[in-house]
């Protein structure tokens, strides 16, 4: 099924792109979710029209991830928590933590930028790569230091 993307969709398509996928996942997900809409030959004149329109927004939008990615670039955190008797956290540091200290730090990151398998549960230091756009990423290091 030929669909038109409305929004970003990771590991899909960006905004406007002309995507052909299955029928149910369009049916699904991606139609509740407002994320696309079906390429009817009317929807496909309104592609078409603002083709150029949309490049220069996602090369506008890139250029800003890229500045952001630089500035972010050898940024260190550190998170102090409380540790258990075999070294282990109470708690963790997460996706939404990193975004939070990186917003208080002046940077504007959503969290869902943040790139991390498991929030961290011990105690040392950890590279966390930051996704900022499809291409443009940096890495970060965070440092979580054991409270008495």
Known sequence: MK???RKNVEKLGLNGDLK??????????LFPRKLALP?????LR???KGLEKRQKRREAE???????????SGTALSFTRTVGAQ????????????AASLRA????????????????????????????????TTKIKVSVLARS
């Open 3 to 5: 669909i038109i993307l």
């Open 20 to 29: 052909n996928v299955a029928a149910g996942y369009a049916r699904n997900f």
């Open 39 to 43: 390429a009817t030959p009317e929807a």
């Open 46 to 48: 309104w592609f078409e």
């Open 62 to 72: 890139l250029q800003q991830a890229r500045a952001l990615a630089e500035r972010i």
């Open 87 to 98: 070294g282990r956290l109470f708690g963790s540091v997460g996706r939404s933590d990193i």
């Open 105 to 136: 730090s002046g940077f504007s990151v959503d969290k869902n930028a943040v790139v991390l398998n498991a929030a961290i549960k011990e105690v040392g230091d950890f590279e966390v790569e930051i996704r900022l756009h499809s291409e443009a």
